[in-house]
């Protein structure tokens, strides 16, 4: 069951569209700012602090569930009539780009390529590698609603928009906060064309997967459906395989089990980028082929708080599917 408890804000510590990042008493938490409007030091707030009494992976942060200073309640402008979060106390009308007067879907999406990613992490390297393959194509980033939900929670997107690596961002599901809304996965890959102008798209969860250890108890077992739901409209999916040496998890080690179990559950067939110079693993009935992926050094990205440094592996083959992508749109 959820936990909650009141304090005061007693500091501002950054600031972007969607996200203020607090001080409730000292500690620390986030409030998201198209839910609930903004807070200011001095407010007396209610928080949520059950992932931080679990322990869970959110850096130690408390969520502001509500601004109790405001008396009159808090409104903003909504965008449309299609509901996120919905039957929830936190429900908003974000509306989507499905019901947009003039929204023209394509009968196909014609080969765009898709790259699916096991973890968010991995949308860095396959943006860059993209990127240099490609500097003048839009690359759009799906998010679905596997992980967190509220785009405006991932430095990564921010960072990556800010240096101009991806170009647009679409949230599907109940994920929320993109450039772009859409109802679910295979739409919003229709929202990033006909909406985003996308040349290519990387879809991936946001920050926060769930994984339990169990055969098929993970988030990134939905790289099985973005690549059927790719196949289903006419796009070329590939898959980032999620690859580590120096995870102390030996289901992680190498080629994950998250990357074998969804290869063989997704009834499509994908390309399995691979850096040259790399064995091809076994991919079933898919395409596995080797590219060579440009120079990643220069990322600052951490996945399980490990940098390209600490395991360049898990960089360079989410870079592969990158640099394949590009090369799709030679």
């Known amino acids: 069951m959820p936990s909650y408890r009141t304090g005061t804000v007693t500091r501002i510590i950054s600031e972007r569209p969607g996200l203020q990042r607090v001080e409730v008493d000292g500690h620390l938490a986030y409030a998201l700012t198209q839910l609930i409007g903004p807070v200011?030091?001095?407010?007396?707030?209610?928080?949520?602090?059950?992932?931080?009494?679990?322990?869970?992976?959110?850096?130690?942060?408390?969520?502001?569930?509500?601004?109790?200073?405001?008396?009159?309640g808090w409104t903003a402008p909504g965008g449309g009539h299609v509901m996120k979060l919905r039957y929830t106390s936190l429900q908003a009308d974000t509306g989507v780009s499905e019901e947009r007067d003039g929204y023209d879907p394509p009968d196909s999406l014609d080969g765009l390529p898709v790259v699916a990613c096991f973890l968010h992490s991995q949308v860095a390297a396959v943006a860059t590698a993209f990127k240099a393959g490609q500097p003048a194509k839009r690359l759009a980033y799906v998010m679905t609603d596997g992980g967190a939900l509220p785009l405006a929670l991932?430095?990564?997107v921010y960072d990556l928009r800010t240096a101009g690596v991806l170009d647009t961002t679409v949230t599907a599901g109940h994920a929320f906060g993109g450039d772009h809304e859409a109802v679910n996965l295979t739409s919003a890959l229709d929202v990033a064309v006909a909406a985003g102008g996308a040349d290519a798209v990387v879809v991936a969860t946001g920050p926060g997967v769930v994984g339990t250890g169990t055969p098929r108890g993970?988030?990134?077992?939905?790289?099985?459906?973005?690549?059927?739901?790719?196949v289903a409209r006419g796009a070329r999916p590939?898959?980032?395989l999620r690859y580590s040496d120096a995870d102390p998890r030996p289901r992680h080690r190498g080629v994950s089990h998250h990357a074998t179990t969804a290869l063989a559950q997704a009834h499509g067939t994908a390309t399995v980028a691979v850096p040259e110079g790399e064995p091809l693993p076994d991919v079933g009935h898919h395409r596995a082929v080797t590219v060579a992926v440009p120079d990643l050094s220069g990322l600052r990205v951490t996945?399980?708080?490990?940098g390209p440094e600490d395991d360049p592996r898990f960089h360079s083959y989410s870079g592969a599917a990158g640099a394949w992508a590009a090369s799709a749109l030679a």
């Open 154 to 156: 991932s430095d990564l």
């Open 238 to 240: 590939a898959v980032a």
């Open 40 to 72: 200011a030091a001095g407010d007396r707030v209610v928080v949520n602090t059950t992932a931080v009494e679990l322990g869970l992976g959110t850096g130690g942060w408390h969520v502001v569930h509500w601004n109790l200073e405001r008396d009159d």
């Open 218 to 230: 993970f988030s990134g077992l939905e790289v099985a459906a973005i690549v059927d739901a790719a």
């Open 303 to 306: 996945t399980m708080g490990r």
